[in-house]
């Protein structure tokens, strides 16, 4: 299935417009990284677009006043967004569930304003015509279908990142911390650094498609660092899927393709998302990969896990609790 | 970028000025968390589109003076009651079906409310903002001496802290107030007692919203009715409620007065940094005291 994935991402821009499926791919990649932290973790970050956008900026500002070379740049503004979310995660994990929304939301918005004000970042107007360079100075990326392989290069080295940490002990730790946190802190599992390196990961993961975006569209503007663009990866990530390897890329090019049909509409895209959201949280809440994953594992038991293995499994649990005191 | 800091001491009036620009932010600070805290206590939910609720407030209070010739002081009891029972139809309609769900679902549900909302009126209204005049009998003002004192900013403060006495007053010292916060800790309890816990439940809700729509129509007059207004204003919020911790009703007040002067103070010394104060603010006592000033640990 990856391979026909992968196969299907190859030929996908002599059949779609490249630009479009460049910009899905960048959000996909941006809705992964944040995937990690909600769906892993069970951390919601409100404030995802601060990594995001400061990244694209130092990615444009880099690449088109230093004039550092794209892979430089992206490498600059990835950084960026790392150390930001060394210094925001630092903060936020502080506290936790509506807490944490809400300290990640209020920490991103000092960001925008940062942003708003900062003589760099071009206030209202971002920065506009970033170059996007020779790749190792020789491949030239102002040819859309190289800047497409490119960023299809990026976003599966981004995407294999997260898989892998995803299935890794690592992963594995931060699942049992999303499951039961006092109970991997009784296991000896240091739950705050634990969750810091997600965080930090995911923030790191976020710049990288920010900086990329911005070499994509040769632009950074306000509306990549606005809580909007915070929520946008929140429902992309819910409509696709919570904690499903897959359901944020198909959240990513779910919403992207609705904002290309409805973009003449003006403001009742955002009516539209509004309504996604309220649907998703009131009917959908695991979202198109989840309900298909479930619907598969219904059509066909899987071998190892019956019902009465499970029932085997429960078990002893309940003879442990009922054994207690 | 050092050349960014160039502290001087204003001249008093200037001070006073901001200061009080300070007071009646803090005001609507107070009037919205406090909201948000009522909420919060019964519902557990963080509800995201207040300050769409608060925006609904001030266009309704424009929809009944342009529309029905209804002026300022009907629109004071009016607007609340109107976006109120919206509240309440949202609660029994939305909100009622994911009490049982993971809190994070009510802070998603209300945000997508919240775009619903801001986007609609964003169609129909642009970014720019409607006038609404101030009522003839607050126009004008006083020389305190030291300052000049309009004479309907007076009154928003005024009649916010007794909004947000009047509020405090009838949870910590009524009997309806003593059932909402035996409700809060304990639901099952007391509706074991005979209490209808789910019309109590709807009703904060609505109550809620009510507050944020008062703080809305006395909004209308000094900021622009705009359709940008609440999203404006509710991240801010958002940092004063983690700074105050949601654990006391009076903690909101308190908290919500004190960050309006500290924005407005900023706003004299260094401007520029007048916009994000209250975020840094908000880091400090992260860093000093996780739940909060007034918030229990949890």
């Known amino acids: ?299 066909r038991k899987p071998p190892g896990i019956s019902p009465s293995a499970l029932e085997a499994v429960d078990k002893p649990a309940e003879a442990r609790t009922a054994a207690g005191p | 970028m050092l050349d960014w800091i160039h502290l001087t001491v204003p001249p008093a009036p200037a001070m006073f000025a901001q200061l009080l620009v300070g007071l009646i932010n803090g005001a609507f600070y107070a009037m919205l968390s406090l909201g948000l805290a009522v909420i919060f206590g019964l519902l557990n939910i963080i509800n995201f589109a207040h300050g769409a609720q608060y925006m609904l407030g001030a266009f309704c209070a424009w929809f009944l003076l342009n529309a029905l010739g209804l002026g300022y002081w009907p629109a004071l009891i009016l607007a609340p009651i109107i976006v109120g029972a919206a509240g309440i139809a949202i609660e029994r309609l939305l909100l009622r079906h994911i009490y049982g769900l993971d809190h994070l679902y009510g802070l998603l549900l209300t945000f997508g409310l919240a775009l619903i909302i801001e986007g609609v009126f964003r169609q129909q209204f642009g970014s720019s903002g409607q006038p609404y005049a101030i009522p003839p009998e607050l126009q004008g003002g006083r020389n305190l001496g030291f300052m000049f004192l309009p004479n309907y900013r007076a009154w928003v403060i005024v009649a916010s802290l007794a909004v947000c006495l009047a509020t405090w007053f009838t949870i910590e010292r009524t009997r309806l107030g003593a059932y909402l916060r035996a409700a809060t800790e304990n639901p099952v309890l007391v509706q074991a007692f005979g209490i209808n816990v789910p019309r109590m439940i709807t009703l904060t809700y609505g109550a809620g919203v009510a507050l944020a729509a008062l703080a809305g129509v006395m909004a209308a007059p000094i900021y622009q009715v705009s359709p940008l207004m609440g999203s404006n204003i509710i991240i801010t919020v958002f940092a004063v409620v983690v700074i105050g911790g949601m654990g006391s009703i009076l903690g909101a007040i308190v908290s919500g007065f004190a960050l309006g002067l500290v924005e407005g103070l900023t706003k004299v010394f260094y401007p520029e940094a007048s916009s994000t104060v209250i975020f840094v603010v908000m880091a400090l006592v992260l860093l000093v005291k996780p739940a909060g000033f007034f918030g229990r640990a949890r």
């Not at chain 1, 206030?123 to 970033?130: K, M, P, S, T």
């Not at chain 1, 994509?216 to 946008?232: H, N």
């Not at chain 1, 429902?235 to 049909?261: E, I």
């Not at chain 1, 409805?262 to 809440?285: D, E, H, I, K, N």
């Open chain 1, 1 to 299: 299935m990856a391979a026909a994935l992968i196969g299907l991402a190859l030929v996908a821009p002599l059949i779609l417009y490249p630009v479009f499926v460049m910009e899905a791919l960048c959000f996909a990649l941006f809705a992964c990284a944040f995937n990690l932290l909600i769906g892993y973790v069970g951390l919601l970050s409100f404030g995802h677009a601060a990594f995001f956008g400061s990244a694209a900026y130092v990615t444009a500002h880099t690449v088109k006043v230093w004039g550092l070379p794209p892979e430089l740049g992206i490498l600059a503004g990835a950084a960026a967004a790392t150390f930001l979310g060394a210094g925001v995660g630092w903060l936020a994990i502080r506290r936790q569930g509506i807490y944490f929304a809400m300290i990640t939301l209020a920490l991103a918005q000092m960001v925008y304003f940062v942003a708003l004000q900062a003589r760099f970042t071009g206030g209202e107007d971002g920065i506009q015509a970033v170059p996007r360079g020779k790749l190792v100075g020789v491949v030239d990326l102002g040819d859309t279908l190289t800047m497409y392989y490119f960023v299809l290069a990026v976003f599966l080295i981004g995407f294999a990142v997260i898989v892998r940490t995803v299935h890794s002990p690592f992963g594995q730790v931060i699942k049992a911390i999303r499951e039961n946190e006092p109970r991997a802190v009784s296991l000896g599992y240091d739950a705050d650094r634990y969750k810091l390196l997600a965080f930090i990961l995911s923030a790191g993961l976020s710049g990288l498609a920010g900086s990329l975006k911005s070499l994509v569209f040769q632009l950074a503007s306000l509306s990549d660092v606005q809580w909007t663009m915070s929520g946008e990866v929140v429902l992309m990530t819910l409509v696709g899927g919570l904690g499903t390897v897959l359901g944020p890329v198909v959240g990513a090019f779910f919403l992207t393709a609705m904002q290309h049909y409805l973009a003449q509409l003006g403001s009742w895209v955002t009516v539209v998302q509004g309504v996604v959201f309220v649907f998703c949280v009131l009917v959908f809440r695991r979202g198109i990969v989840g309900v298909i994953a479930s619907y598969a594992a219904g059509r």
